[in-house]
């Protein structure tokens, strides 16, 4: 079984900084894909950014409202990634959830977070 924790989200005003963490714990599992996804209430859940991990590096997807403001990177020893979330707008309140696929035993298996709660107000 492999567990995420979550950590970093609050409120902050419009033009703020923000910087959420997502540890991944567990045994016997490899990760293929890690990263953030949004959800506000009534609204489905929607990318944000994600890193998917290959042996010789990895690729980076963004929501297109995101980019230029928000920055994903990852800590390989710690299973970690982080999102830095600069430039804040309102439109980016929402609950933040930490995504994973990881491979144990040769299958797939999505896992969530928590959600960490961010509200861009002033």
């Known amino acids: 079984q492999v567990q995420l924790v979550e950590s970093g989200g609050g409120l902050v005003q419009p033009g703020g900084s923000l910087r959420l963490s997502c540890a991944a714990s567990?045994?016997?599992?490899?990760?293929?894909?890690m990263g953030w996804y949004r959800q506000d209430p009534g609204k489905q859940r929607e990318l944000v950014a994600v890193?998917?991990?290959?042996?010789?590096?990895?690729?980076?997807n963004y929501a297109d409202s995101v980019k230029g403001r928000f920055s994903i990177s990852r800590d390989n020893a710690k299973n970690t990634v982080y999102l830095q979330m600069n430039s804040l707008k309102s439109e980016d309140t929402a609950v933040y959830y930490c995504?994973?696929?990881?491979?144990?035993?040769?299958?797939?298996?999505?896992?969530w977070g928590q959600g960490t709660p961010v509200t861009v107000s002033s």
């Open positions: 567990g045994s016997a599992f490899s990760i293929r894909a």
């Open positions: 890193l998917t991990y290959f042996s010789s590096g990895g690729s980076t």
């Open positions: 995504y994973l696929l990881a491979s144990l035993s040769g299958l797939a298996h999505t896992y």
